[in-house]
């Protein structure tokens, strides 16, 4: 029996929320296995501290530790990606609470905490390019659109009902307005998720820690660079959600 497509406050939502939901989450979860596995970052609190402060301004906050009674014992500073915050426990550190604004990076000592950042951002956004293109399916293409552009669908949504039943089936679907301008992102999205299937099957994420990394949500554009015939200015925006990568 053909299942009639969901709507949801006037929109098409072909997997349903709950089953979009789902893939997103596991989305998630490659993500942060992905960064825990490509990303080789060890870190130390007091490590952290003399590439983001002055020896100066480190020399004068211990003079004082045990003087004062900082506000709060976790503090967030932008480091690298202006859209990405390093939070600092401060418990079992041996000086106060630091203000963002005293920050004074030291490039020779940041420099593996930004190559971090940076390799993580890659990743992050990956990621959030395979969220973008279920959303979108979700929004705008049938069940059998939905598996023929985007394989992957199968995996991140196994108990979707209306995946399900098209497994031991032929491909149909009838024409999805405006895919040849997410083509780029799919196959993208394709390749990340290939990818990372492929990672061992013990892989973990990385545990909450005294550092870990939260990127906001901000506007992301993918270009058309395999698609020469477009102009290489244009191509599909969408906003990214905010996530945390804990450093361990």
Known sequence: MRRRKQIVQGERSTLGDYQLAEGCNELNRMCQKTVAQMVDYKYS???LLRALFEDETMDKLRAVRGMIEPSRLIEGYLVGATD???YIDFSDALVPTI???TVRVNAERAAPLLQAIAEIKVIHEQFEVCKHVLRWLNKNATPGAIRYYFPGAMKLC???PVLMELQHTPVRFSNTPGVSDQLSLIREAGNTIASAVLLPKDATTKVRGKAWLTFAPYHL???FVD???RDIGVGPTFTTDVITYNLG
């Open 158 to 160: 196994p108990k979707s």
């Open 221 to 223: 554009r993918r270009y």
């Open 227 to 229: 698609e020469p015939h």
């Open 84 to 86: 990405a915050t390093l």
């Open 99 to 101: 203000t963002p604004g």
């Open 45 to 47: 609190v007091p490590g």
